[in-house]
C-alpha cells in the first residue's frame, strides 16, 4: 500500500519540491540545529539545556531539548504537518531530535506528555500534532506516554503576541484530564513536555506549573524547534 501511494502521490522535498523524498540532502544542509543548548528561560546557553539556577523556581521547567531553529525547512515542515495535514512529514520531525538528543543531560526515566489542544480546535484539525510527536518518540526512545493533561480554556493563537501577552493569553488554560487519578500517578515522576515549537516558553511554562502542582518532581521542554 505504502509503495502504491508513493507512485501516486510521490514525495517531494517540502523546501525546493525536488523528487524523493520530504527533505532532500541539499535542504536538509540548510537545517540550522542548536549547536549548544540553552536555558529555557532565558535562552541563553545552558550545560546539558538545565535551567540556571537563577532562572529556576518552584513550578518552573527544569530544561529544554530542542532540535533546531524554527527557520527554513523546518518552519515549512511544521506547517505543513499542522495546517495542511501532511502526516508522513512528521517521521522527518521525530528524526531531528532523536539525532540530536544526546546534547541533553534530562532524567532517563521520564515519561513523554504532550501539549493538550482545545477539544474544539483537535476536532476540526482531526489530531494533535504535539500529541503525535510525543507518541512516536517516546516509542522510539522506548520511555513512557500519558495523555494526561487537558486545555480547558479555547486561547487565541500565541503567533504575532509578545512575551507578556502570550503569558496572559495562556494563564490557567491547562489542567489535569483526571486530577485525582492523574496526580497519584504524577507524583514523584520526571515529566517532558512535548510540543513543535518553542518560542517564549509561555505554553510550556503553564504546562509544568500545573504538573508539578499535581506532583511531578521534574518537568522538562522538548521541541522540534526553537522560534
Known amino acids: 500500500m505504502t509503495s502504491l501511494l508513493n507512485l501516486?502521490?510521490?514525495e517531494r522535498c517540502i523546501d525546493c519540491h525536488?523528487?524523493?523524498s520530504y527533505l532532500c540532502k541539499s535542504c536538509f544542509e540548510k537545517v540550522?540545529?542548536?549547536e549548544k543548548p540553552v536555558c529555557p528561560v532565558c535562552q541563553r546557553q545552558a550545560i546539558g539545556g538545565k535551567t540556571h539556577p537563577g532562572c529556576s523556581g518552584k513550578y518552573k521547567l527544569d530544561g529544554l531539548i530542542v532540535a533546531c531553529r524554527y527557520r527554513g525547512p523546518i518552519r515549512v515542515a511544521i506547517q505543513k504537518v499542522k495546517y495542511k495535514w501532511v502526516w508522513d512529514i512528521e517521521k522527518i520531525l521525530v528524526d531531528l531530535v532523536a539525532g540530536q538528543i544526546w546534547k541533553f543531560d534530562f532524567p532517563q526515566d521520564s515519561i513523554l506528555v504532550p501539549v493538550p489542544l482545545h477539544i474544539k480546535r483537535k476536532r476540526w484539525r482531526g489530531f494533535n500534532q504535539s500529541e503525535i510527536l510525543a507518541k512516536?518518540?517516546?516509542?522510539n526512545f522506548k520511555v513512557g506516554f500519558a495523555d494526561?493533561?487537558?486545555r480547558i480554556i479555547e486561547t487565541k493563537t500565541q503567533v504575532g503576541l509578545t512575551r507578556d501577552e502570550r503569558k496572559k493569553n495562556i494563564k490557567d488554560a491547562f489542567?489535569?484530564?483526571h486530577p485525582e487519578l492523574d496526580s497519584r500517578s504524577l507524583?514523584?515522576?520526571n515529566i517532558i513536555i512535548v510540543d513543535?515549537?518553542?518560542t517564549s516558553g509561555a505554553t510550556m511554562g503553564e504546562c509544568a506549573k500545573v504538573l508539578k502542582k499535581a506532583g511531578a518532581k521534574s518537568v522538562w521542554g522538548m521541541a522540534v524547534a526553537l522560534g
Open 8 to 10: 501516486i502521490f510521490p
Open 18 to 20: 525536488k523528487l524523493g
Open 32 to 34: 540550522e540545529f542548536i
Open 136 to 139: 512516536t518518540l517516546a516509542k
Open 148 to 150: 494526561i493533561m487537558i
Open 175 to 177: 489542567s489535569i484530564r
Open 187 to 189: 507524583r514523584g515522576q
Open 196 to 198: 513543535d515549537v518553542y
